[in-house]
């Protein structure tokens, strides 16, 4: 399952954004809007995955990552309660 956002470079840092992209990913110039509230202009380059992660994106992540893997957890006790029943 894909998380529910993508880095994009923009501004000088890596930014995270729930905004829907093609597979090749946001193109540079294109205004994206970020999960730490604000707005820029996606970059591309050599040296832009070089970039610090903007803080307020990597918490908000973090906050995804525990979600999914408190879900993943629910769904595996869901699964194992599921092929007890079996026996
Ligand atoms: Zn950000």
């Known amino acids: 399952m894909p998380y529910p956002f993508r880095w994009t470079p923009g501004e000088g840092e890596r930014h995270a954004t729930g905004q829907v992209a093609s597979r090749a990913g946001i193109p540079a110039g294109t205004r994206v809007r970020t999960l730490c509230g604000t707005e820029v202009v996606a970059a591309e380059g050599d040296l832009v995955h070089l970039w610090p992660a903007c803080p307020r994106c990597a918490w908000e992540t973090s906050n995804f990552d525990k979600a ?7 769904n595996r006790t869901l699964l194992g309660l599921q092929e007890s029943t079996g026996d």
Do not use: F, P, W
């Not at 999914?68 to 629910?74: A, E, F, K, M």
């Open 68 to 74: 999914h893997n408190s879900l993943d957890t629910i």
